[in-house]
Nanobody, 125 residues
Framework: VQLQASGGGLAQAGGSLRVSCAAS????????VAWFRQAPGKEREFVAA????????YYADSVKGRFTISRDNAKSTVFLQMNSLRPEDTAVYYC???????????????????WGQGTQVTVSS
């Protein structure tokens, strides 16, 4: 199983970026996929998740209303559209996948079996 995160970069505050996570080696539609992020000196934190088969979406309070997670099962890819970016959104963004998550575990990074390599998102003020 491989998860390949891409699309990070530099944006100004108030701007937008979209990051992607392309998966291979798994039946993608059977997996819940999430984005986590980690800023220097901070713990990895949950950002957003989308249930398998294009189901329910979940967001951290800090990104609700600004970020949108979506998936294209035909392309085995999950997207995170990030709008109204803030300097505090600066972090390495990781995608993660797991097949058998229950809703109460969806924001817990230790519950995910597969991880991508991360992509840097930097927001300047």
């Amino acid at each position: 199983v491989q998860l390949q995160a891409s699309g990070g970069g530099l944006a100004q505050a108030g701007g937008s970026l979209r990051v992607s996570c392309a998966a291979s080696g798994l039946t993608f539609s059977n997996y819940t996929v999430a984005w986590f992020r980690q800023a220097p000196g901070k713990e990895r934190e949950f950002v957003a998740a989308i249930k398998r088969n294009g189901g329910a979406t979940y967001y951290a309070d800090s990104v609700k209303g600004r970020f949108t997670i979506s998936r294209d099962n035909a392309k085995s890819t999950v997207f995170l559209q990030m709008n109204s970016l803030r300097p505090e959104d600066t972090a390495v963004y990781y995608c993660a996948a797991d097949r058998d998550l229950i809703t109460s575990s969806i924001s817990i990074f230790g519950q995910y079996d597969y991880w991508g390599q991360g992509t840097q998102v930097t927001v300047s003020s």
